[in-house]
């Protein structure tokens, strides 16, 4: 069981004419907190934590002084006690008036000294008796947790002997490529400049092919150059050489430089955003006139009708293109 600490003042502090209350002081308190605390539980105003701090310091200092001097009185007794006992022990031995009384007093000293010193270390262990008594906390420790925490050192010097060993005998090496670290180096001393240059026209096959395949993707249509429209025609289309692959592959270069929208059709805006040359100009320039006053749109399949018209130079061509229809004429407007 813990020991209930007993308080070492206890101090009647008059509150006013009809009020007064006990403070308890104990061993370890502090003047501050003991003041604080009681002025916040009787609602003392600030001044009174003041006056409350000096009168506890100044009851403290008074029994300081007065344990002190019951110390003193303690510490006489004890060497009044060993006096006697050392008068008890040496009653017998009366001092010879021949001898030296200055050595007898020495002798008389330091008897006397020892028993002083005896006296206080019996307190001593009294006191840690005491102490020991209110610690009961014993810890638990298991006899064998050092035992497995210290490591063997025998095992340990014959297993890095092993592994040094192991180490020794190691004939392993590495095939290193040397052409593919020279290559790298070289190829990090080249300037990218010049690297692109070389690379520029590779570049541009791939982005025409692209292009190209995305084109057949979008536009689908392929004219069919053997067989002759089903309605009446004012130009009789015929087989020429316009009409074949590389032919058609003109014709697609020429609408898409005319810049076609997501439907495939070729309008005033786009017309007028496109980016021709003067030479596809000179082919398509009626064409993106026409469109560019009408205001009307050609998809694919009209846009190679109209060149056709064009290129013949036949009687249908000074026609307006607006008017030709589905039997071989272009029809603007029909597909927005």
Do not use: W
């Not at 308890?24 to 001044?47: G, M, Q, T, V, Y």
């Not at 014959?158 to 020794?168: A, G, R, Y």
């Not at 993707?217 to 074949?244: C, D």
């Amino acid at each position: 069981m813990e020991k209930i600490p007993k308080p070492i003042l206890i101090l009647n502090i008059k509150i006013d004419s009809t009020r007064s209350s006990d403070l308890a002081i104990f061993e370890n308190d502090e003047p501050e907190e003991i003041a604080e605390s009681f002025c916040k539980s009787h609602n003392l105003p600030a001044e009174s934590k003041k006056l409350l701090i000096k009168l506890i310091e100044d009851n403290i200092d008074i029994y300081i002084q007065e344990e002190l001097a019951n110390t003193i009185t303690d510490i006489s007794t004890i060497t009044s006690h060993a006096k006697t006992l050392s008068n008890t022990i040496n009653f017998t031995q009366i001092p010879n008036p021949k001898k030296n009384y200055g050595e007898f007093l020495y002798t008389k000293g330091l008897m006397m000294k020892q028993k002083v010193e005896y006296m206080i270390e019996i307190e001593k262990q009294n006191m840690l008796e005491l102490e020991m008594k209110n610690l009961t906390f014993k810890p638990k420790i298991n006899t064998y947790t050092s035992r497995a925490q210290t490591p063997n050192t025998g095992f340990t010097r014959k297993k890095n002997q092993k592994i040094l060993d192991e180490k020794s005998f190691c004939t392993f090496k590495p095939k290193i490529n040397r052409v593919r670290g020279k290559s790298n180096d070289k190829k990090q001393g080249d300037d990218k400049c010049i690297e692109l240059f070389y690379s520029a026209k590779k570049i541009r096959q791939k982005l025409e092919m692209k292009n190209d395949r995305i084109f057949k993707e979008i536009y689908t249509f392929q004219p069919n150059v053997g067989k002759r429209n089903a309605g009446v025609s004012p130009v009789k289309i015929q087989k020429s050489e316009y009409l074949n692959k590389i032919k058609v592959q003109e014709l697609r270069k020429m609408f898409r430089m005319l810049g076609p929208n997501s439907k495939g059709f070729i309008t005033k805006n786009t017309v007028v955003k496109g980016k021709i040359s003067d030479e596809v100009y000179k082919q398509v320039g009626k064409i993106v006139e026409e469109i560019k006053q009408s205001g009307e749109s050609l998809n694919f399949e009209e846009f190679c009708k109209a060149m056709e018209l064009i290129e013949k130079g036949n009687e249908g061509s000074n026609a307006e293109i607006s008017n030709l229809g589905n039997t071989g004429e272009v029809n603007f407007g029909n597909n927005k």
